[in-house]
């Protein structure tokens, strides 16, 4: 198994910055991918970016430029630098780890690819 926990949400201005970091423990040679979702109350959990485990990023455009992730293997932690963010980023953000990947740009943003889910940390941008 693999355990995530993410940290770092909190209140922000809009235009501001906040980095989360979601750490990783457990099987971690099991992990090829790791994703950034997030989800508003009565919405669907959408993919915000994901991360190969040879540092390839992909990311959702309406977040592309402004939004950065990141990986410490040597920390066992997975980053989001959120910068410029806007109300509509507002949510709480899920890091997501997936095993063996294929297909990665078909599969990234579904949440049903991903074999474990951190718990979430708020992201409130007024």
């Known amino acids: 198994h693999v355990q995530l926990v993410e940290s770092g949400g909190g209140s922000v201005q809009a235009g501001g910055s906040l980095k989360l970091s979601c750490t990783y423990s457990?099987?971690?040679?099991?992990?090829?991918?790791m994703g950034w979702f997030r989800q508003v109350q009565g919405k669907e959990r959408e993919g915000v970016g994901e991360?190969?485990?040879?540092?390839?990023?992909r990311y959702a455009e309406s977040v592309q430029g402004r939004f950065t992730i990141s990986k410490d293997n040597t920390k066992n932690t997975l980053y989001l630098q959120m910068n410029n963010l806007k109300p509509e980023d507002t949510g709480m953000y899920f890091c997501a780890a997936r095993g063996v990947a294929s297909e990665v740009d078909a599969n990234w943003r579904r949440v049903a690819w991903y074999d474990y889910w951190g718990q979430g940390t708020q992201v409130t941008v007024s």
């Open positions: 991360i190969d485990s040879d540092g390839t990023t």
């Open positions: 457990g099987y971690t040679s099991f992990i090829d991918c």
